[in-house]
């Protein structure tokens, strides 16, 4: 069997508005896979709030080691405050 197939589907009926549907059905065609094979592979990189907390437990832990850096709880917020700041002014306004 090749890599990356699934043996065992399971049917879903999933409601959403039109425009989001079609915005996947597109991107999906833009790839060259199903809607479906579109949706697994999503489902299969998007993490939840548990995994991102663990990755981020890992990251510091690494940048400690690397370089001693250990913020405090104050630190990381104004880091993420500061990030979110440069990342929306290279976005530009939102319409």
Known sequence: MPPGRVTD??????RMPEEARDRLAAVAAAEGVSLR?????????????????????????????????????????????ELNRRLSALRGPRS
Request: proline share 6%; no cysteine; glycine share 2%.
């Open 9 to 14: 589907m399971a049917d879903a009926n999933v």
């Open 37 to 81: 094979a579109y949706l697994t592979r999503l489902a299969s990189q998007v993490t939840t709030p548990a995994e991102r907390a663990e990755r981020a437990t890992r990251a510091r832990a690494i940048l400690k080691a690397w370089s001693g850096y250990d913020p405090t709880p104050e630190q990381a917020a104004a880091a993420n405050a």
